[in-house]
Nanobody, 125 residues
Framework: QVQLVESGGGLVQPGGSLRLSCAAS????????IGWFRQAPGKEREGVSC????????NYADSVKGRFTISRDNAKNTVYLQMNSLKPEDTAIYYC??????????????????WGQGTQVTVSS
């Protein structure tokens, strides 16, 4: 059974940092691309970052470039999202997802097949 579990969210002040984790089970993580997405209240889910199965290729939304870094540890079956210089507009529920039935990396959430339950990130003073 494919399962993804996010953790690491919380409340942080503007300018602060958080590291999100996405732990996978039920499948071999190193065969698939993983994406991070977020959804703020009243807004559509949007792609934040994605990483290829090997970790060699990554992509970021323009809004987070230079602040967020995606990485993966296939030995631990875990993908990370390091978020620095956080802004109030980064407040959202953050989800990780795996792309089982397609190739390549993509920031379009419609390309991803299995999702975690999400973790809340709130940036506020």
């Amino acid at each position: 059974q494919v399962q993804l579990v996010e953790s690491g969210g919380g409340l942080v002040q503007p300018g602060g940092s958080l590291r999100l984790s996405c732990a996978a089970s039920g499948f071999t993580l190193d065969r698939y691309a993983i994406g991070w997405f977020r959804q703020a209240p009243g807004k559509e889910r949007e792609g934040v970052s994605c990483i290829s199965n090997s970790g060699a290729n990554t992509n970021y939304a323009d809004s987070v470039k230079g602040r967020f870094t995606i990485s993966r540890d296939n030995a631990k079956n875990t993908v990370y999202l390091q978020m620095n210089s956080l802004k109030p507009e980064d407040t959202a529920i953050y989800y990780c997802a795996v792309r089982i039935y397609g190739l390549g990396i993509d920031l379009d959430p419609r390309r991803y097949d299995y999702w975690g339950q999400g973790t809340q990130v709130t940036v506020s003073s």
